[in-house]
T-cell receptor, first 119, second 114 residues
Framework: AQKVTQAQTEISVVEKEDVTLDCVYETRDTTYYLFWYKQPPSGELVFLIRRNSFDEQNEISGRYSWNFQKSTSSFNFTITASQVVDSAVYFCALSEVMSSGGSNYKLTFGKGTLLTVNP | EAGVAQSPRYKIIEKRQSVAFWCNPISGHATLYWYQQILGQGPKLLIQFQNNGVVDDSQLPKDRFSAERLKGVDSTLKIQPAKLEDSAVYLC????????????FGPGTRLLVL
């Protein structure tokens, strides 16, 4: 089973539409971290958000918002009033302690969702 | 603050040749990571360094891949000999500490093996 599942491979919307990218994760740890990264056509991974497992408060940053629900192991990402510049691949990732233990964590990515925003 | 630097940005080689990639992390970041990203997939961790020591290299194909971070700053990743399936983007990332901290990524090196 995949640790991070992004079921939507591709999404296409028209500018100004709202869009939600889904992310479901799997872990047995009680302490873990969740991330979203954006990868535009240029290829560089851009950090968007980091949440720890003890903070379920939803977060809003401009047009971006994140909904973290431990009960359903989901960490969904919504873009409000999408713009052409939002077109990119978006990755959800889970950071959990390594099997070797200690304080070292390993980051596992989902397969990504390609978002295309058309003018 | 300067981000993670990588070079070269692009590399084309023939199979069985060798290639090396270089990474300079964000100043002060103790943890450095190398990822492989195959087209259409998410990045996969190859190796993680804490200062100049290896924390995890369980997914590094050690028969052909090697990496080092001798002085705890810059790092190099080498492939020798390269195979067709090594064609991918190689991403370097760094974080302040190893424990679930945010990783910041460099621009990557796109490798094509012919």
């Amino acid at each position: 089973a995949q640790k991070v599942t992004q079921a939507q491979t591709e999404i296409s919307v028209v500018e100004k539409e709202d869009v939600t990218l889904d992310c479901v994760y799997e872990t047995r740890d009680t302490t873990y971290y969740l991330f979203w990264y954006k990868q535009p056509p240029s290829g560089e991974l851009v950090f968007l958000i980091r949440r720890n497992s003890f903070d379920e408060q939803n977060e809003i940053s401009g047009r971006y918002s994140w909904n973290f629900q431990k009960s359903t192991s989901s960490f969904n990402f919504t873009i409000t009033a999408s713009q052409v510049v939002d077109s990119a691949v978006y990755f959800c990732a889970l950071s959990e302690v390594m099997s070797s233990g200690g304080s070292n964590y390993k980051l596992t990515f989902g397969k990504g969702t390609l978002l295309t925003v058309n003018p | 603050e300067a981000g993670v630097a990588q070079s070269p940005r692009y590399k084309i080689i023939e199979k069985r040749q060798s290639v090396a990639f270089w990474c300079n992390p964000i100043s002060g970041h103790a943890t450095l990571y190398w990822y492989q990203q195959i087209l259409g997939q998410g990045p996969k961790l190859l190796i993680q360094f804490q200062n100049n020591g290896v924390v995890d290299d369980s997914q590094l194909p050690k028969d052909r891949f090697s990496a080092e971070r001798l002085k705890g700053v810059d790092s190099t990743l080498k492939i020798q000999p390269a195979k067709l399936e090594d064609s991918a983007v190689y991403l370097c990332a760094s974080s302040l500490r190893p424990g679930g901290e945010t990783q910041y990524f460099g621009p990557g090196t796109r490798l094509l093996v012919l």
